[in-house]
Structures are given as structure tokens and as C-alpha cells.
T-cell receptor, first 114, second 115 residues
């Protein structure tokens, strides 16, 4: 059974903390994505990566960074957490291909910044 | 720029009713792909369907059906004889031909099916 696994379902962090959200996929997918989900806004792309050590900004990268040292792992980093980063974070992966392929999602991490 | 609009933020129906979830999209690409995903309370998005822009044939899968109309830029999703297990948030999404598999999502529609 293919899987995208996010390290935590729920996190509570304090303002100013450095926060790491981890995502691992076991499908040997080249592409990995981090989305943020907020009510009424759907999912918005934060960062994505097409390959190891590669990263591209999505629609809302401010306040975030990412790391992809290994193909199966894509980390989202909040350098200094703020209350407006309280949200649900979803990781996804897809196989590289000429057409849009099905994205597989993790179960999400609900982050609360207090 | 691409945009997906799901005008219905929340729908409530009684079990066995039919329900249609609307999706309208905007894109300048001639080749693009449309998706529907289901997000149950567990949180994980589950892929339901993908259509490409050259295939306007409607699709039926059990109680689910999809109506793709390029003329109105719509890709609507109908659940026939709804069940409580259909309660979830449903997302419509769009990917362009050269977008590298990036998905643009609508705001989602929360469907509540009451027994």
C-alpha cells in the first residue's frame, strides 16, 4: 500500500520557535509538495521539489523554507513560527511524467502556534 | 493564472438524496487536467477522478458521476443516493500541461449527509 507519511498529526508550538514538519513517501516519486489548508481557501502551495536538493517557491512561500536531502523525504521549516501560521499542512507526492498524475497525500499535520 | 471556484462552501442533505457539487475553473492552457479529491474527517485527501481537457465524455463510477462542460468551464460532481459515509470535504483541482503536476485547488465544499 503506497504511503505518504507526515511525522505528526497535531503540533502545538510557541511563537518564535523553529518548527520542522517532516514528510516521507515510499513510492519513489520525484515530485513532492507542501500545501497549507485553511477554511474557504482550499489548499495553497507553499513549496515544491522536483528532485533531491531542488526546491521551487509556490504561491505562499513567505515565512517558510524547505529541505530535500533525500528523494523520499521533504521537510517544511517554519524559521520563526507565528500565530498566522496556525493551519493544516498537507504533504503530497507525484511521479514525474508528461501528464498530470495523481497526487498522493499525507494525513496532514494540524499546527497550532500560541 | 489558474483559478478554481467552488461556490458552495457547505451543503447539507438527508441520506438518499442526490447532490451536485459545482466546480468552475479558469485557465489559459489549451491542455489541462481536472481532478476531484475527497477529504474525510481523517484528513487525508483521496483521489476520485482525473479528466483531461480533450475528453468531455461524462463519467460514472457507481453512485458518483462527473459532468465536464468546456463551454461553461465547469466540472461538476454528482453523488446519487447519498450516504452518511459521503460526508466529507470535496475539492476540485486543476493542473496545467506544463505546471509540473502542481495542482490549483478550489476552496472546497463540505458535504454533510444526515441519516
Amino acid at each position: 500500500d503506497v504511503k505518504v507519511t507526515q511525522s505528526s498529526r497535531y503540533l502545538v508550538k510557541r511563537t518564535g520557535e523553529k518548527v520542522f514538519l517532516e514528510c516521507v513517501q515510499d513510492m519513489d516519486h520525484e515530485n513532492m509538495f507542501w500545501y497549507r489548508q485553511d477554511p474557504g481557501l482550499g489548499l495553497r502551495l507553499i513549496y515544491f521539489s522536483y528532485d533531491v536538493k531542488m526546491k521551487e517557491k509556490g504561491d505562499i512561500p513567505e515565512g517558510y523554507s524547505v529541505s530535500r536531502e533525500k528523494k523520499e523525504r521533504f521537510s517544511l521549516i517554519l524559521e520563526s513560527a507565528s500565530t498566522n501560521q496556525t493551519s493544516m499542512y498537507l504533504c503530497a507526492s507525484t511521479k514525474r511524467g508528461g501528464v498530470a498524475t495523481e497526487a498522493f497525500f499525507g494525513q496532514g499535520t494540524r499546527l497550532t502556534v500560541v | 493564472a489558474q483559478k478554481v471556484t467552488q461556490a458552495q462552501t457547505e451543503i447539507s442533505v438527508v441520506e438518499k438524496e442526490d447532490v451536485t457539487l459545482d466546480c468552475v475553473y479558469e485557465t489559459r492552457d489549451t491542455t489541462y487536467y481536472l481532478f476531484w479529491y475527497k477529504q474525510p474527517p481523517s484528513g487525508e485527501l483521496v483521489f476520485l477522478i482525473r479528466r483531461n481537457s480533450f475528453d468531455e465524455q461524462n463519467e460514472i463510477s457507481g453512485r458518483y458521476s462527473w459532468n465536464f462542460q468546456k463551454s461553461t468551464s465547469s466540472f461538476n460532481f454528482t453523488i446519487t443516493a447519498s450516504q452518511v459515509v459521503d460526508s466529507a470535504v470535496y475539492f476540485c483541482a486543476l493542473s496545467g500541461d506544463n505546471a509540473g503536476n502542481m495542482l490549483t485547488f478550489g476552496g472546497g465544499t463540505r458535504l454533510m449527509v444526515k441519516p
